[in-house]
């Protein structure tokens, strides 16, 4: 299997400290495809238009400073290995550029070969781990947004739920009452021309009748008081609707 090529980019504004690093990489146990920056602009341009896996930059130049140089970078990928090189040891200088997000700096007075190929690995590895982190972010960010959308949708479907509930409950509730109303209604208005009946009957009884006739005027009042009661049920039946 064919090991992909690294991209490098040397940032630095002297061609011969340059061609030294290049140099010193010629025996990289992989492949490296090296671009030039002479100054600090261009190599700003460089990252914004091809993806390098490391970068080798130089404090020190003309146009603008490597730490300005540095933050630019690192912006536009922070996942980025960059190896600053200076003469500058200082340990709150390099606490400075390694908190602005360099990976490494290499001292360019002791510049040699197996520091240097030391270093690019160490950057390398930290450049994947780097990697690996931001691809897990950038998962769990996906998953944080499909979960809070659904959260929302599910909360949007129990507020539908509970509108259409309580919709459904005030109209149960007037229909309960309508029917209510209507038996309370009709019951009354029943009764009224029963108990008239109920009374005409009470007044036949007093009246000269013959054997037969007391006979159906008895059934006659007997299922008037039957109705009665019936109705008289169905008007408490519609008070205790009207009170539940």
């Known amino acids: 299997m064919t090991t992909k090529a690294l991209n490098i980019l040397i940032i630095d504004d002297d061609e011969d400290d340059r061609e030294i690093l290049k140099n010193l990489l010629e025996d990289y146990p992989r492949v490296l495809n090296i671009t030039e920056a002479a100054n600090g602009r261009s ?6 238009q091809k993806n390098f896996e490391c970068v080798f930059l130089d404090f020190r130049m003309p146009d603008i400073n490597g730490y300005d140089v540095l933050r630019e970078i690192i912006n536009h990928n922070p996942a980025i ?30 510049l040699e070969r197996q520091l240097l190929i ?3 690995n160490f950057a390398l590895e930290r450049n994947q781990y ?8 950038n998962e769990l960010e996906v998953l944080s947004n499909e ?26 509730e ?23 009946i ?7 009884k007093n009246t000269p009748l013959n054997e037969e006739q007391k006979v159906f005027v008895d059934i006659m009042n007997t299922s008037s008081d039957t109705l009665l009661s019936l109705i008289n049920d169905i008007l408490d039946f519609s008070k205790i609707g009207k009170k539940v």
């Open 43 to 48: 190599g700003i341009q460089l990252c914004l």
């Open 81 to 110: 290995a960059v190896i600053t090189l200076t003469d500058n040891v200082d340990k709150n200088f390099c606490n400075k550029m390694l908190n602005a997000g360099a990976t490494d700096f290499i001292q360019k007075s002791n």
């Open 118 to 120: 030391k270093t690019l």
């Open 130 to 137: 780097v990697n690996k982190i931001i691809k897990q972010k």
């Open 147 to 172: 979960l809070e959308n659904l959260v929302r949708l599910k909360t949007i479907q129990l507020v539908h739920a509970k509108e259409l509930a309580e919709r459904r409950a005030v109209q149960a």
């Open 174 to 196: 007037l229909a309960t009452n309508a029917k209510n109303d209507f038996l309370a209604t009709m019951s009354h208005e029943i009764r009224t021309p029963l108990g008239g």
């Open 198 to 204: 109920i009374g005409i009957l009470s007044l036949f």
